[in-house]
């Protein structure tokens, strides 16, 4: 049903990635997922991006700092492709060739969304680097928690200071929204929309729905 290849590893595990923009709940969504692929006999693997490695944590340091100056969208680009070619040969791949499952707090798509769809960067050349990085790896499924931009930002004030990306404008984070509602529509077989307007509980059983449907497939 979906694309399953690795470059030069076998995949016998399974990477799930989670997406939403700020405030759609991704954090309470990735821990139920997390404790529900656990009850089913799974061995499950935590991680974030940009992130999941020392090298990519300091550069996610980086990426989200409000004091450092500003940096051209390139260099963005670029920081976050290198977080993920060392979080891909670290963790993920070993992981998934070890048989277990990998739920990720972002992966390439948010670089479609924010790079792409938020600041204005050509899919093409994002493209090229995602080809280099990964070759031909995707992930298996991937959850899109999808919410209107004022409601998700208004859960974010709620959390404290903003990082660097929380700070955008509105019509940064609807550019990101469409972007990531347009992959879903072009990857029907890969996305799975759910809606992360109601409460944590409404949103976890969506979460827990699509996982059961699909389990079976794997």
């Known amino acids: 049903m979906v694309k399953k290849s690795v470059t030069d590893l076998k995949l016998r595990g399974r990477f799930i990635s989670i997406e ?40 996610r340091g980086v990426l989200l700092s409000q004091d450092l100056p500003a940096m051209h969208a390139d260099t963005e680009l670029l920081l976050m492709f290198a977080a993920r070619a060392e979080h891909l040969r670290k963790v993920i791949l070993p992981a998934l060739n070890q048989g277990k499952w990998v739920v990720c707090d972002r992966f390439t798509d948010a670089t479609y969304a924010y790079q792409g769809g938020g600041r204005g960067i050509p899919v093409s050349r994002i493209g090229l680097l995602e080809g280099w990085v990964q070759g031909e790896f ?79 497939g794997f």
């Open 20 to 59: 939403g923009i700020e405030g759609a709940g991704k954090s309470t969504a990735i821990g139920v997922l997390c404790a529900y692929l656990e009850s089913q006999g799974r061995t499950v693997v935590h991680t974030r991006e940009p992130g999941g490695t020392v090298v990519g944590e300091a550069i």
């Open 138 to 216: 995707r992930p298996d499924v991937t959850l899109l928690l999808d919410i209107d931009v004022a409601t998700g930002l208004s859960r974010t004030k709620k959390r404290g200071a903003a990082d660097r990306f929380e700070q955008e404008t509105l019509k940064f984070f609807d550019q990101v929204r469409l972007a990531y509602l347009d992959m879903a529509v072009r990857e029907p077989n890969r996305f799975y929309v759910i809606d992360a307007s109601g409460s944590p509980e409404q949103i976890n059983t969506q979460t827990i729905a699509v996982m059961e449907s699909l389990i079976a």
